[in-house]
């Protein structure tokens, strides 16, 4: 390389360049897929159909009052619902979010097994509104804590 012209070391140098571009691109691209969940309500799943047996999706909406069952062990039964009429019935086993409540709303991640309508959760996520207090702090308005 010593002997080479100072453009040839140029051309191979943005030649091993882009080879590593193309490469950090192509990894990149399939770490992202790997990792990449599709996000349903249940109107989209009626609408959709239903994934593939064994996908890694999410699921959210609504918890629907009254749904909420215990199973056996740590295994909790609800339904999601999102307004349309359509609801999903979710299956999870472990503890569930302080956040979790009938009424509130939820994001479930797991996959549907072959055959079965129950959606079985890996991961529950529950989401709460704006208007978050702490329990110390509920019944105070702010303008006793502002004196």
Do not use: C, W
């Not at 056996?72 to 339904?79: Q, V």
């Amino acid at each position: 390389m010593a002997n080479m012209r100072a453009r040839t070391k140029r051309l191979y140098a943005v030649g091993v360049a882009a080879i590593l571009v193309v490469a950090a691109v192509f990894l990149a691209s399939a770490a992202l897929r790997q990792h990449a969940d599709l996000f349903y309500t249940p109107e989209l799943l009626v609408e959709r159909g239903m994934p593939e047996p064994g996908q890694r999706i999410r699921v959210g909406g609504f918890v629907a009052l009254g749904s909420r069952e215990n199973g056996e062990g740590a295994e909790i039964l609800f339904t999601i619902e999102d307004g349309s009429g359509e609801t999903v019935r979710v299956s999870y086993t472990g503890l569930v979010p302080d956040l979790f409540r009938e009424g509130e709303g939820v994001v479930a991640t797991g996959r549907f097994d072959a055959g079965s309508t129950v959606f079985v959760a890996e991961e529950i996520l529950a989401k709460h509104d704006e208007n978050y207090q702490p329990r110390e702090l509920e019944g105070l308005s702010r303008d006793k804590t502002a004196a």
